[in-house]
């Protein structure tokens, strides 16, 4: 049978008023459209579903069965559009994001504090990836978006929108300190034994790009997973450790490493926040979306 969805609205409310006149009132239509469209829905199931008396309307027994199985179905799509009030609302949700060590501890970790103190019933499930694999999971639509570092190879759909500035740095302990306050050459480096990250980073790439455009080539003494590793192998005298500065900010500050200095400052690089034009986000992602990005010029 075709019959018109607005029908069932319409027997759904007139059976639980129990009267035309309070269903035309809750329903925003007149009582002769109420009663023309139950008329209607009486014609299409060929039964008689309400009996009038001056009191109002019953269910007749075809109608007390139809009735049971309408509000079950309109149960169900008052508690969807109650949901999607809600997360329309913030009051409920969940967002995707993907971020690398770095871009969680030094830029969205306090946003994400302070996001959850304000939203506290938004789920956000963040995936620890390095930025390559970051924006294939953004392109992929497992994450909402991401925040990543340059450089960022990603296909034209995906924005990158800057927010922070970072750069890379060569640091080194007690053992090197022969170097402190030279000018250096990076084709030093190359007699030099470096410690730096293993597998596909932003960090890695855009160190191993620059040196190369210098001609400078790094067989390392080791590769490690985290830049913090990195940080703690320098500090124990192993090797000149290249990695963001922020990771060594602190062991600078104590004097427990120090920032090798070369004849041309390697350029700075961007935290950026990556979006996908074919992937929805919700409205607590585009919340979240709006306070990372607020500000930045």
Known sequence: MDISLEYYRVFY??????????????????????????????????????????????????????????????????????????????DMG???????????????????????????????????????????????????FGVVS?????????????????RNVFVAGERFRSLKGRRLSYKELESLPCIVLEGRTSTKAFTEAYLGEKGVRLAPEFQLATSDMVVQFAA?????GCVVEDFAKEKIRTGELFCLEFEEEMPGRQICVATCERNSVSPAGRRLLKMLTAGYS
């Open 150 to 166: 340059t450089p960022a190879d990603s296909p034209q759909e995906v924005c990158l929108v800057p927010v922070r500035e970072i």
């Open 94 to 144: 969940e967002i995707r994001i993907g971020a690398s060590d770095m871009t969680l501890q030094f830029y969205l970790l306090p946003y994400l504090e302070a996001f959850h103190e304000t939203y506290p019933n938004i789920k956000v499930i963040v995936s620890n990836a390095p930025t390559p694999e970051t924006v294939e999971s953004l392109c992929q639509g497992k994450i909402d």
């Open 13 to 90: 409310c007139a059976a639980r008023c129990g009267s035309i006149t309070m269903a035309a009132q809750e329903l925003c239509i007149s009582q002769p459209a109420v009663s023309q469209a139950v008329k209607q829905l009486e014609t299409a199931l060929n039964c008689r579903l309400f009996l009038r008396t001056s009191k109002g309307v019953h269910l007749t027994k075809e109608g007390e069965l139809l009735y049971g199985y309408v509000r079950r179905g309109m149960d169900v799509i008052l508690e969807g559009e109650r949901t999607l009030k809600r997360m329309q609302d913030l």
């Open 236 to 240: 124990r005298n192993m090797g000149v």
